[in-house]
Each structure stands twice: as structure tokens, then as C-alpha cells.
């Protein structure tokens, strides 16, 4: 090496490194499920305030029937540990992290420079701002502290395969809900129609009676088609959009530690972002 080449590479060493932000994630009420379910129940309350006999739509018999027994028949389809981490998780179909995929990705390119040029760990100054994002500051944790290629991988991939496992239980939960809350109401509108056959000499209850056992069918389709299942879907799609953050860490960690050039990692990234988020970070 020349001396103008060593005095070059030796000032690169000593300048100050680049500054990195890494883009918290900011937890929002997702206004989708939130204005979904309340404009469709709106709706089918105003249709119900509009009639002239809205009291026949309140049972409380046929709400117990279909909402404990929703409850009570999942449980039955579940360990109580299952349900009781499944809870957790429902949430975020309300309230969850927010990100920008591109900023992200963004982010994960200055990284990559910052190791190929100054060394892995060139990366432990930035160990404040990767904290706001927990599974990249564990991933690049382990990549300066000198773990294996193969061993981060691996550990990685379990945590995704974790975090995915435990969103698709609480989905198939609210999944399971949204196909036994329809049959409970079925259930209750068989029994009010056995009630109503029972009483079959006074024909003046004949009308209430079957007004009161269809009222259980209503409870079901409500809860199930209209609450339970989308809620379900929410969750897939938080699934699907915490999974594409974690698959970019993967895929920057990796190459970080193999040292590659980071225009391969560019390439490998905007495989994971939709065609109107990639970036382009070289040109």
C-alpha cells in the first residue's frame, strides 16, 4: 500500500462516524378496525331505532346464549394458557407499532455501509439508536459480539418463527370464535322455536316467540361475521407487516456479517418492500 493510500485509509479510520437514525415505531389506534366496526354496528343500530318495535330486539337470554357461549365453546377448543396469550396479542388489532418499511430499509443500508467501510465494530456507537428497534439491536448485538453467521441465523429464525406461531394462534382463535358464535345462534333460536312449539294453543304468542328465537341467530351473525373474523384478518396483517420488518434484519444481519457489498443487500431488501416502497439507495 502507497503512503497516500494508508494516510487515506487512516483518515477514514479517525473521522467522525456518519450519523444513522434508526425510525422508532410509534404505537396508533388503527383507525381501519376501530371506524369499521363502529360505522357497521351504527348502522344496524339505527336500522333497529328505526323500526317501531326496537324493544324486540333486546333478549338478554339469547345475548347470554351467544356471547358466554362463544366464549365457553373456544375455550373448550383451546388450553385456558393459549387463550389467556391469545388476548394479548388481539390488541394489536386495535393498537400496534406503526413503521415506514422504507425509512427502514433506508436505515439498515446505512448500517451495512458503516461496517463495510469502518469495520463491525464500527457499529457498537450506534447501540442507543438500534434500541428502538429491540430485534435489530439484538441481531447487530450478536453480530459484533462475533457469533457465527450460521448461529444468528439460527437464533434469528427462531425468534421470527416465534413471533409468528404465537400470531397465528391468537388468529385461529378469533377464527374458531367467528365459526361457533353463528352456530351458538342457531342453537337459541332452535330452542325458543322448541319453547314456542310447546305453547302452541295460544296463537297470539306464536309471533313474539318467534321474533325472540330469531334474535339469537342475529346475535351470532353479529358477532361472528362482523366483529370476530375481520378482527382475525387484522391480525394476519399485523402478522404479515411485523414479519417483513424482521425478515429485513435477517437479511441485513446476514450480510453485515458476511461483509458483502451492500448493493446486494439493496437488492435482497426491495424484495421484501412493495415495488412503491423500494428504495434506491445507490443512485
Known sequence: M???????????????LPIVRVPAPSMKADIATVFGLAVTLAL???AILSSQSDANFVNLPSVLIVVFGTMTATCTAYTVDEIMKSGSVIASAFFRPVREP????RSLMDIASIAR??????????????????????ALGMVVDGYSVEDVDRMLQLEIDSFVERQKRAASVLRRAAEIAPAMGLIGTLVGLVQMLADLENPDTIGPAM??????????????????????VKLEKY?????QIMNMVLKASRSIANQENPRG???LLNGELAPSDQIRYFT
Open 2 to 16: 502507497s503512503s497516500d493510500a494508508a494516510q487515506a485509509a487512516a483518515a477514514q479510520d479517525t473521522a467522525p
Open 44 to 46: 344496524i343500530i339505527f
Open 102 to 105: 422504507s425509512r427502514f430499509a
Open 117 to 138: 467501510k469502518r469495520g463491525l465494530l464500527a457499529l457498537s456507537s450506534y447501540e442507543n439508536e438500534m434500541r428502538k428497534e429491540p430485534f435489530l439491536a439484538k
Open 211 to 232: 321474533a325472540v328465537a330469531l334474535l339469537t341467530t342475529f346475535y351470532g351473525a353479529i358477532m361472528g361475521t362482523i366483529i370476530l373474523a375481520p378482527l382475525s
Open 239 to 243: 402478522m404479515n407487516d411485523e414479519t
Open 265 to 267: 443487500l439493496e437488492m
